[in-house]
């Protein structure tokens, strides 16, 4: 997959890009102010196929905003973050969930085991090197359970020190093994749901849609 990014091999943005900016502020991206992000999150979440999931992980957690929300859905939650600020900020905006657990940690080192049934990926994967992302991407159909899903949600516009735009992320994505199953995008940002297996629709799975139905508009 590789071969399918721009010529030369991009490496994995420095630890202290992150470190830096938490160090300036406490919320260097304003995920707490901006409508941007109120916006991106519940259409984010709007996209998922199930009102509720049992295990959820969400590395690159930041001070833990989306989070807060994905609590709420989660039996249990695990965020991890590598910069140990935003970790230290997000127990905080997390505190009383019992549910929740956060951690240092990196994305692609720390990758925790076993299996979840939504991993959500937000703002993440254009930090990460070449043979990071591919590894990463190839990893997460065994990361799922059977009606597991990925969320994937990235910034549009290029940003100079990224490795990466985030069309480019959601295009290595959609030529992965997973299974698409929603998607939006606009100027801003794009969103992705993928499975590691074809789970039918929401209305085919509440039996809204019968399978004559189904091959009928196919």
């Not at 160090?23 to 901006?34: K, Y």
């Not at 043979?131 to 100079?160: K, Q």
């Not at 295009?171 to 698409?180: E, G, N, T």
């Not at 809204?208 to 009928?216: I, K, P, Q, W, Y």
Request: hydrophobic share 35%; net charge negative.
């Amino acid at each position: 997959m590789a071969d399918d990014h721009t010529a030369g091999s991009r490496e994995k943005l420095a630890d202290n890009y992150f470190h830096d900016m938490y160090r300036d502020s406490d919320d260097p991206w304003g995920f707490t102010s901006r409508w941007y992000e109120q916006r991106k999150y519940a259409l984010s979440l709007a996209a998922l196929s199930s009102p509720r999931y049992g295990s959820v992980f969400e590395p690159g957690c930041s001070v833990g905003v989306l989070s807060a929300q994905l609590a709420t859905r989660a039996d249990h939650l695990l965020c991890t973050d590598v910069s140990p600020r935003a970790v230290e900020l997000a127990r905080e905006r997390l505190d009383g969930h019992d549910s929740v657990e956060v951690r240092v940690g990196d994305i692609v080192s720390d990758w925790p085991p076993g299996r979840f049934d939504l991993i959500v990926l937000s703002e993440v994967l254009y930090y990460l090197g070449d043979a990071d992302l591919d590894e990463l991407i190839t990893r997460l159909p065994e990361c799922l359970t059977p009606t597991g899903e990925v969320l994937a949600v990235h910034w549009r516009w290029r940003v100079e020190e990224y490795p990466r735009t985030g069309d480019e992320v959601h295009a290595a994505l959609r030529s992965s093994a997973l299974h698409p199953s929603a998607s939006y995008s606009d100027t801003d940002f794009c969103v992705d749901v993928m499975t590691s297996s074809p789970i039918g629709s929401v209305a085919q799975r509440e039996g809204l849609v019968t399978v004559a139905d189904a091959h009928r508009t196919a």
